[in-house]
């Protein structure tokens, strides 16, 4: 099993940023992929940015193109969410993912529902 932290959670105003980490610990090699999603009350569970750690794929939903960069540390069990430009509507919780998934399914969006989790960081965004 892999454990995975987050931190880096908070308040900001619209259009601010925010970094998020998430670092992985126990056994690693279920975490070939790396992502995150997140969730607000009274919404679906959206997975929006998704690394794939030995070549550096990445994937991004439609929501996160252009404002959201998730990048790998030095050590490879360590992933950061640079988010920028935020908006009201990206108020949620955000969890970090990891599975022992290929690239394909990796980039594919699809893979959070059968992943590791972990506790997750509250993001605020006020107008």
């Known amino acids: 099993q892999v454990q995975l932290a987050e931190s880096g959670g908070g308040s900001v105003q619209a259009g601010g940023s925010l970094r998020l980490s998430c670092a992985a610990s126990?056994?690693?090699?279920?975490?070939?992929?790396m992502g995150w999603f997140r969730q607000a009350p009274g919404k679906k569970r959206e997975g929006f940015a998704a690394?794939?750690?030995?070549?550096?794929?990445?994937y991004y939903s439609d929501s996160a193109k252009g404002r959201f960069t998730i990048s790998q540390g030095n050590a490879k069990n360590t992933v950061y969410l640079q988010m920028s430009s935020l908006k009201p509507e990206d108020t949620a919780m955000y969890y970090c993912?990891?599975?022992?998934?290929?690239?394909?399914?990796?980039?594919?969006?699809?893979?959070?529902?059968?992943?590791?989790w972990g506790q997750g960081t509250q993001v605020t965004v006020s107008s």
């Open positions: 993912a990891a599975a022992p998934i290929g690239l394909v399914a990796c980039i594919s969006g699809s893979w959070w529902d059968n992943s590791y």
């Open positions: 126990g056994d690693t090699s279920s975490s070939t992929c």
């Open positions: 690394y794939y750690t030995s070549t550096g794929h990445t």
